[in-house]
């Protein structure tokens, strides 16, 4: 089936180490995103990509890294200077300038 | 950057209510979005509508993009209603979604 796979679901990091979230999508969409959503709030953009080898910088992209070396992937890594991770992350794609699909997110939890 | 907020934040229905939510945005857009997120945290689509009028059975839109405003409608709710609704605005760039705060509505029966 077409669509955008995450993973893991759930996630767990410990004090000063880095992880990363899987982001995969299967629709030859150009454009990516990673967003994060805190409990009650609205998702706030971490970065995006609109084409393969570029990616820009969202409105939260401190604490945050992405790459984008294939048009189906675009993975995002939580650095230990990101001091408040345990959050909501979902990652989306779109064909340019047109509708968003979102991926079921991974919720991160520090520990 | 645009703006989107929503109203209102919260609403709270019986089972069978009609009900409006609101979307103002600070600038002209190219792209708006409705969703709705469920329990599970996926944000379904609902409607993509950068203006005219969309219907999708019990629920429809409206954005008027001249009066920068989109309006979302659901018809004799049920519970399985419940949950957050966002827009969210193209930016002005093309390059990514803006999210308002939602509406949370619950629907009880």
């Known amino acids: 089936d077409g669509g955008i796979t995450q993973s893991p679901k759930y996630l767990f990091r410990k004090e000063g180490q880095n992880v990363t979230l899987s982001c995969e999508q299967n629709?030859?969409?150009?454009?990516m995103y990673w967003y994060r959503q805190d409990p009650g709030q609205g998702l706030r953009l971490i970065y995006y990509s609109q084409i393969v080898n570029d990616f820009q910088k969202g409105d939260i992209a401190e604490g945050y890294s992405v790459s984008r070396e294939k048009k189906e992937s675009f993975p995002l890594t939580v650095t230990s200077a990101q001091k408040n991770p345990t959050a909501f992350y979902l990652c989306?794609?779109?064909?340019?300038?047109?509708?968003?699909?979102f991926g079921q997110g991974t919720r991160l939890t520090v520990v | 950057g645009i703006q989107v907020e929503q109203s209102p934040p919260d609403l709270i229905l019986q089972e069978g209510a009609n009900s409006t939510l609101r979307c103002n945005f600070s600038d002209s857009v190219n792209n708006l979005q409705w969703f709705h997120q469920n329990p599970w945290g996926q944000l379904i689509n609902l409607f993509y509508i950068p203006s005219g009028t969309k219907q999708n059975g019990r629920l429809s839109a409206t954005t008027v993009a001249t009066e920068r405003y989109s309006l979302l409608y659901i018809s004799s709710s049920q519970t399985t209603d419940s949950g957050v609704y966002f827009c969210a605005a193209l930016n002005q760039a093309g390059t990514a979604l803006i999210f308002g705060k939602g509406t949370t509505l619950s629907v009880s029966s």
């Open positions: 629709l030859n969409h150009d454009a």
């Open positions: 989306a794609s779109s064909w340019w300038n047109t509708e968003a699909f």
